[in-house]
């Protein structure tokens, strides 16, 4: 806390320099608006000149003669609604300008940062929890660029204060001297208010985050939290951070209600001060009624835009925090770079090769060392291993969601880093073990903006025995999926999710233990669609049943990253007792039992 | 059963506010103190013109000459009665917001213990993340209407009915001169009030979409990557980022139309003021300084007037996002606890009945159907069928997180719907398919199951379900981090987590639904042995496509198309030819590679 508010000098002035970028980036908006907050400022004071004219010209004189010319009454009637009408264009353009500058600084920042999120890879995602990206993403991107909604204001208030002034001090010097003694207050009201709320609303913006991680992981996991009826924990662990907020909250609102009326009283107190000045000079002659009224006019207008720059100030912690935390995701590297090379394309499958492959995941995670193999064209190659034997690693590796630290893997030989970006995607596909689907339609889903025909799409779901239940949907291929595919069972999902590879035609398949919630007699019936629809590509399986590596012309066996045996599922079976265990466990089991 | 989430929608802004006061009993305490507080704040404003006014009349324009004395006075009262108010003021801020906080984190609490209770069906239909936001920034949104907008709101009326009444103290003819050039405003607030509600329930919808397309590359990060649809991702994102600015755009400007009506209605009245003035002035009805007062009373009038509308056009972002929360809050809780007349399972081996069960999802045909079922305490029976035969639903039904829409399910002859909660989920553990982990430490994640648990235990129960070299294997054993959701363990490993979860819980009825599908096949059978051992003193359910669970249980119960049809040990059950289960073997059978 003590940290934050050390801060909170700077940020003044890194407030400034955050309004500078959205300046610099929106420049037509931001004078249109500044434009028209002037004309605001501008009109209001000019409100107050009409009264004291009116006062002078017409009001008085008319009291003092009993006579008033239609003139002078058309004169009063143009002048007000005229400003008026002047004033709500200029209240319409500033608002209207704030609004758009600060939705463009909003929507161009959400598309730079979500284009970094597309082009990081996944080593990075694996570092940032959702929750936290996501508010990257929303409420930070709203904080950032929070004080350009009071931004036209104050600049208007700037430049109304700068005419107010100076009708002041035309109309009378030594009044509007009094009178112009409110400004250093409110400077000193606006500083303490600064120093004091800063730490406790950075504190709240944390808190804020962290209530809304705690929601969210609470609610992902609803089933485990409903099933063990830890409801009231949950609920302990949310009240605990929620009440935190709340208290921060409360301490934040007692320093605003303070601020307030402190902000409000100063300019009444030096009204009532300019007047008894005010009467004292007009009782020496030293200026008339109307110069008395005009300047106490304008101190009681000029207050209330004063408070616009508080607002504004008031605004710059959030804004800093905010555009800090966006900026590291801008900044961040460790984007992957892509070659240049495309990749063969054709009917017939590609050709893998791993040679000596090394990767280490984060530093503590299980390491894939010193690997090797080949994949010839419309060959299958089953990787098989223990839990936990880095068989999903080397799955990432093939399809380079992430690059390794030794070795390389190439298809047809070339080295996937040298592919152009989308190249690799044009070749390979792979079904992973959890499947994810996107908030679109089944459609959308196979297809993702591949051109395929129905037809195609019909095709992979058979192969993938996914045609029953998406013609039973209510609207078939149009049915819209919720997220992450929420309303489908886990079996149905991994299906959509390997017509989705199918629907590609990849010369080379990855199935990374695809099918595990699926149940026998459809993985059965899968297996064999793949067998004749899957005929020319190359296919490399995570399995463990028997009946999936039966399809596969060569077996790894995995043990602690390294292959520890290949050859023919037969020839492991005779010549490995521990891959014989690992892949009979069943058969074994029966024999015990 | 609900297949949707009350949005609240069609209830109106004044009972959003009166329900929005029973859910959080705080926002009432205190509020007669406050509300006067907020009249006497509300004078403050008032103070300054009327010194104004007099001392022009009485200071400045008195017939002998300046009265310098008077002057003085009249400042010093004024200066004392608005520091006064001012205190006022902050006292009635300070309360507002310590009563609307408390009121909102009863409110945030609330409806997210609530969330926990709807049926998973509807956590299903609904997106997380509009359910998040419902408890997060739908709240804070309420906070900032209660503070700076309900009693402010109130407050501005008192305020425009106070300088009316001095307005009518000095003129009516005046008073009604103001009035009648503020009536169109006041007509065509209600039609500006619905625009906007509609403009920002727009906003808000369009709030909701962009974040659940921007999670897409966050969540599925993987997917987006290695089929290379990071361009069409995008455009889906931009698409729904510039929807969404166009709709803040429009609020934007709506908001701004709206709000500069205003002032033409002010410029309008400060003209026909003094005009009229003038003209009663003729009649000898006033005096200049009325008149001169009066400019200043509209400012008065004014200032309340367009804080008022502004409040009112904020309230329409509260009133939706408060809305929204009461219409969590106001989803009926399928499941509801009978609280303390809830009956108390004894510990102990549960007998279960299913009576005449049928299932539906609301509209559709029923799921399950003319189940009935007896399982005898501390047997072992397997559940099996194809996918979407109903078997996924059956361990629902027995675990209560559905109720059946006809029939009873028993356990100990006791219906579930009269077991308290807290008894069910201590004696009835449901091991899912997808290990849902927390990010935090594996012990932590271990420890949900039972939350006192040692290390000691914990190791235990690793080493009962032969899981002590997977836990020893670790890089920081119990220590280690499993990340966001589980993700840095593999999915088989989530499952072993899932495992010891259940085996600490210690239930006496164990539902086990696909509970090792991802591990390997040593493993799983190692798992199922050390399972069997278990589930010895205990009913256990088993949901399996592997048969081999089957093989090994007292009893199979075969589930196709929605009923039971076939029940028996697994040898006879195979033996009857052209039975489901008799195919499922087979498939199995030949799966295994077996002749």
């Known amino acids: 806390m003590s940290d934050e508010r050390a801060d909170g000098r700077g940020s003044t002035r890194a407030g400034f320099a955050v309004l500078l970028v959205a300046i610099k980036r929106e420049p037509w908006i931001f004078t249109l608006s500044t434009l028209g907050s002037v004309l605001f400022g501008a009109l209001t004071v000019a409100d107050a000149w009409v009264l004291g004219w009116s006062t002078d010209h017409v009001v008085l004189p008319a009291f003092k003669t009993g006579e008033v010319g239609t003139g002078s009454l058309v004169a009063i009637l143009a002048l007000f609604l005229g400003v008026a009408i002047l004033r709500a264009v200029g209240i319409v353009a500033r608002r209207l300008g704030a609004g758009i500058m600060q939705y463009r600084m909003q929507a161009s920042t959400r598309r730079a940062v979500t284009r970094q999120y597309l082009s990081l890879p996944m080593a990075w995602h694996q570092r940032h929890p959702t929750g936290e990206l996501l508010s990257n993403a929303n409420s930070d991107v709203e904080a950032a660029w929070g004080p350009i909604a009071p931004l036209p204001m104050a600049v208007g208030t700037v430049a109304m204060m700068v005419i107010a002034v100076a009708q002041m001090l035309f109309a009378d010097l030594v009044l509007a001297v009094v009178g112009l003694l409110v400004f250093p207050a409110v400077i000193a009201v606006n500083v303490t208010y600064q120093h004091l709320a800063q730490g406790w609303m950075t504190r709240a913006q944390q808190l804020r985050a962290e209530v809304s991680e705690i929601a969210h992981e609470s609610f992902d996991g609803a089933m485990v939290v409903k099933t063990l009826g830890r409801e009231p924990e949950e609920t302990a662990r949310f009240a605990a951070k929620a009440e935190e907020l709340r208290d921060v909250n409360i301490r934040v609102g007692r320093i605003r209600a303070a601020f307030d009326p402190a902000l409000a009283a100063l300019p009444g107190l030096g009204v009532l001060f300019v007047l008894a000045v005010g009467v004292s000079r007009v009782m020496s002659g030293a200026t008339d009624a109307g110069d008395v009224v005009t300047v106490a006019y304008l101190l009681t207008i000029v207050s209330f835009p004063i408070r616009s720059i508080g607002w504004l100030l008031g605004e710059f912690p959030r804004s800093v925090v905010g555009y800090r935390r966006v900026s590291a995701v801008l900044a961040a590297t460790g984007d992957m770079p892509y070659g240049d090379r495309s990749a063969v394309r054709g009917a017939d499958g590609a050709r893998l090769d791993v040679e000596a492959l090394g990767y280490r995941y984060v530093p503590d995670q299980p390491l894939i060392e010193d690997l090797s193999f080949s994949v010839d064209p419309g060959r299958t190659v089953a990787l098989v291993g223990a839990t936990a034997s880095g068989k999903s690693t080397i799955t990432t590796l093939l399809t380079r969601l992430v690059d390794p630290d030794r070795g390389r893997v190439a298809v047809d030989g070339v080295d996937l880093r040298e592919l152009a970006a989308g190249e690799l995607a044009s070749t390979v596909s792979i079904v992973p073990q959890t499947a994810f689907l996107f908030d679109d339609t089944v459609r959308g889903n196979i297809t993702l903006g591949v051109d395929v025909t129905d037809a195609d799409v019909w095709a992979a779901l058979r192969t993938a025995q996914a045609d029953g239940f998406v013609a039973a949907l209510p609207h078939g291929l149009d049915t819209q999926l919720g997220e992450r595919g929420t309303s489908l069972s886990g079996g149905q999902r991994q299906r959509i999710s390997l017509a989705r590879a199918l629907v590609r035609r990849p010369r080379l398949l990855i199935l990374d233990d695809a099918t595990s919630a699926v149940d026998p007699e459809v993985e059965a019936r899968i297996l064999a669609g793949l067998r004749e629809a899957g005929a020319g590509s190359t296919l490399v399986v995570v399995a463990y049943r028997k009946a999936t590596i039966g399809l596969a012309d060569e077996v790894l066996h995995l043990e602690g990253g390294r292959i520890v045996d290949r050859g023919t599922h037969a020839e492991l079976l005779s010549r490995s007792p521990s891959y014989a265990r690992l892949v009979n466990a069943y058969e074994q089991e029966e024999v015990t039992t | ?595």
Request: glycine share 10%; net charge negative.
């Open chain 2, 1 to 595: 059963m609900s297949t949707t989430m009350d949005s609240g929608e069609e209830i109106g802004a004044l009972d959003t506010i009166r329900r929005g006061v029973h859910f959080s009993p705080e926002l009432k305490e205190g509020i007669w103190g406050t509300l006067a507080l907020a009249v006497v704040a509300s004078v403050g404003q008032v103070i300054v013109p009327i010194a104004v006014q007099q001392t022009l009349d009485r200071g400045l324009a008195r017939s002998g000459g300046p009265d310098l004395s008077f002057t003085v006075w009249m400042g010093v009262v004024a200066a004392a009665a608005l520091l006064l108010t001012s205190w006022a003021s902050y006292a009635m801020t300070a309360r507002l917001f310590s009563t609307s906080e408390r009121g909102l984190a009863t409110l945030r609490i609330k409806a997210f213990r609530h969330v926990h209770d709807l049926p998973l069906l509807t956590q299903n239909t609904e997106r997380r993340g509009a359910l998040v936001s419902r408890v997060t920034s739908d709240v804070d949104q309420v906070s900032q209407f209660l503070v700076f907008g309900g009693l402010l709101f109130v407050v501005s009326v008192g305020q425009v009915l106070i300088a009316t009444i001095v307005m009518l103290f000095y003129s009516w003819q005046l008073a009604l001169v103001v009035w009648v050039c503020f009536a169109p405003l006041f007509l065509s607030l209600r039609f500006f009030q619905r625009k906007l509600s509609e403009a920002y329930g727009t906003v808000r919808r369009q709030v909701g979409i962009m974040l659940s397309a921007i999670s897409e590359p966050v969540v599925g990060a993987a997917v987006v990557r290695s089929y290379a649809v990071e361009a069409r991702t995008q455009a889906r994102i931009d698409e729904a980022i510039a929807t969404h600015q166009s709709a803040s755009t429009r609020a934007q400007g709506l908001t701004a139309f709206s709000f500069s009506l205003g002032g033409v209605s002010a410029g309008l009245a400060n003209a026909g003021v003094l005009i009229v003035g003038i003209w009663l002035g003729f009649a000898g009805n006033i005096s200049a300084g009325e008149v001169l007062a009066f400019a200043f009373l509209v400012t008065l009038f004014v200032g309340p007037v367009q804080m008022g509308t502004q409040i009112l056009t904020d309230a329409q972002n509260a009133i939706a996002g408060w809305r929204r929360v009461i219409g969590i809050l106001e989803t009926p809780a399928d499941l509801v606890d009978p609280g303390p007349d809830g009956q108390v399972l004894p510990r102990g081996p549960i007998d279960v009945r299913f009576d005449d069960v049928e299932f539906a999802y609301p509209g559709g045909p029923p799921v399950l159907r003319d189940v009935t079922l007896e399982i005898d305490a501390g047997r072992r029976v397997a559940i099996v069928g194809e996918t979407g035969s109903g078997k996924s639903t059956f361990a629902k039904l027995l675990t209560r997180l559905m109720d059946p829409s006809r029939g009873a399910v028993l356990l100990d002859g006791v219906d579930v719907r009269e077991i308290g909660e807290a008894s069910l989920r201590r004696s009835v553990v449901l091991v899912p398919q997808e290990g849902f982990l927390f990010d935090d430490t594996l012990r932590a994640n271990v420890r949900y199951g039972k939350l006192d648990a040692t290390d000691a235990e914990i190791l235990g129960s690793a080493d009962e379900l032969g899981l002590t070299d997977w836990v020893a294997g670790l890089p920081r054993g119990l220590d280690t981090l499993v990340g966001q959701r589980g993700e840095s363990l593999s999915a088989g490993e989530r499952q072993l987590v899932a495992l010891l979860r259940a085996h600490l819980a210690d239930p006496d009825l164990l539902v086990l639904d696909e509970a090792t599908s991802a591990v390997d096949p040593q493993l799983e059978m190692r798992i199922g042995r050390a399972l069997e051992r278990l589930m010895s003193g205990r009913t256990s359910v088993t949901i399996a496509h592997r048969l081999s669970t089957a093989e090994a249980a007292d009893e199979v119960v075969v589930v196709d198309q929605g009923r039971i049809v076939q029940r028996g040990h697994h040898s006879a059950l195979a033996a009857e030819a052209g039975s489901v289960y008799s195919g499922l073997h087979a498939s199995w059978v030949s799966q295994q590679g077996k002749p």
